[in-house]
């Protein structure tokens, strides 16, 4: 079964410091995966996600992932952390079929950026 | 553009009870996708319909249940309530699924709070 692990609940940097989120998949072949921010007391973005081959995907503010296969993660980060990226981050998870919309999702890492 | 509208933003139910939440997909998506979110289980995926049929279905009971309209409107049903069934529901509507590329991103409505009592 597929799954996802997200390494530390809470992830702490200052402002201006790289913003590192780890995420590593369990599958049985390379899936979809996906980055999704959840800013307080809002709804969920779809950050980005790897649904083909380019391994390095660049999604919306300024953030990236890179999927490698050989260590099954798909870690996030960000050169230049800004106060603005202080959330809630979710790595997610599905099978390679024609919606990919049965996602499972990681715990969580709650990012908070100090000035 | 309009985005993804949930209606009603929030809701109190007692137990037994039945629940409809509403979502309104972005004009021109086809597919929408329902989530539930709980402080204990956190993220998790209910469903997903594309042209009036369920494309994906995540493991809940059968309490649960849903649909699609003609206009991609979607509607889920949760039945007999239980106080586990207390989250935040989520609805998000894509073009054509999360499979595309770059551009078939996926758009999240706000929510609805489900309190169950």
């Known amino acids: 079964a597929q799954s996802v692990t997200q390494l530390g609940s809470h992830v702490s940097v200052s402002e201006g410091a790289l913003v590192l989120l780890r995420c590593n998949y369990s599958?049985?072949?390379?899936?979809?995966l996906f980055w999704y921010v959840q800013y307080p007391n809002q709804g969920l973005q779809l950050l980005l996600k790897y649904t083909s081959a380019a391994t390095l995907v660049k999604g919306i503010n300024g953030f990236e992932a890179e999927f490698k296969k050989s260590e099954t993660s798909f870690h996030l980060t960000k050169p230049s952390a800004h106060m603005s990226d202080a959330a809630e981050y979710f790595c997610?998870?599905?099978?390679?079929?024609?919606?990919?919309?049965?996602?499972?999702f990681g715990s969580g890492t709650r990012l908070s950026i100090r000035p | 553009k309009a985005g993804v509208t949930q209606t009603p933003r929030y809701l109190i139910k007692t137990r037994g009870q039945q629940v409809t939440l509403s979502c309104s997909p972005i004009s021109g998506h086809r597919s929408v996708s329902w989530y539930q979110q709980t402080p204990g289980q956190g993220l998790q995926f209910l469903f997903e319909y594309f042209s009036e049929t369920q494309r994906n279905k995540g493991n809940f009971p059968g309490r649960f249940s849903g649909r699609q309209f003609s206009n991609s409107r979607s509607e889920m049903n949760v039945s007999t309530l239980e106080l586990g069934d207390s989250a935040l529901y989520l609805c998000?509507?894509?073009?054509?699924?999360?499979?595309?590329?770059?551009?078939?991103?996926?758009?999240f409505g706000p929510g609805t709070r489900l309190t169950v009592l």
């Open positions: 998000a509507s894509t073009p054509e699924g999360l499979a595309g590329g770059s551009t078939d991103t996926q758009y």
């Open positions: 599958s049985s072949v390379p899936p979809y």
């Open positions: 997610a998870v599905s099978d390679r079929d024609s919606s990919a919309s049965k996602i499972i």
